[in-house]
Nanobody, 123 residues
Framework: QVQLVESGGGLVQAGDSLRLSCAASGLTFSAYRMAWFRQAPGKEREFVAGIGSGGNTYYADSVKGRFTISGDNAKNTRCLQMNNLKPEDTAVYYC?????????????????WGQGTQVTVSS
């Protein structure tokens, strides 16, 4: 059974940093594309960043230059380093995965999801 578990969320001030982690069981991240999505209250879930099984990365314009996605295949985890956080980054952050190489930015491209971790950025 596949399980994705996010951690690292919290309440921070604008300009601070957070590091989110996604730990997987039941699948090997090195063979899967993985992405971070986020959903703010009253808004659609949106793509944030993705990493392909080959290590290639892709970012939403809103986080480019501030967020970095990375992977540790030995620990079977994927992380999202978030710097210079802004109040508009406040959302529940989800990790998602699906077998394959290429990165997709749409929700339906991923069939495994974590439960989410809350990130709140105060001004």
């Amino acid at each position: 059974q596949v399980q994705l578990v996010e951690s690292g969320g919290g309440l921070v001030q604008a300009g601070d940093s957070l590091r989110l982690s996604c730990a997987a069981s039941g699948l090997t991240f090195s063979a899967y594309r993985m992405a971070w999505f986020r959903q703010a209250p009253g808004k659609e879930r949106e793509f944030v960043a993705g990493i392909g099984s080959g290590g290639n990365t892709y970012y939403a314009d809103s986080v480019k230059g501030r967020f970095t996605i990375s992977g540790d295949n030995a620990k079977n985890t994927r992380c999202l380093q978030m710097n210079n956080l802004k109040p508009e980054d406040t959302a529940v952050y989800y990790c998602a995965a699906r077998g394959g190489v290429a990165i997709f930015t749409t929700r339906d491209a991923y069939n495994y999801w974590g439960q989410g971790t809350q990130v709140t950025v105060s001004s």
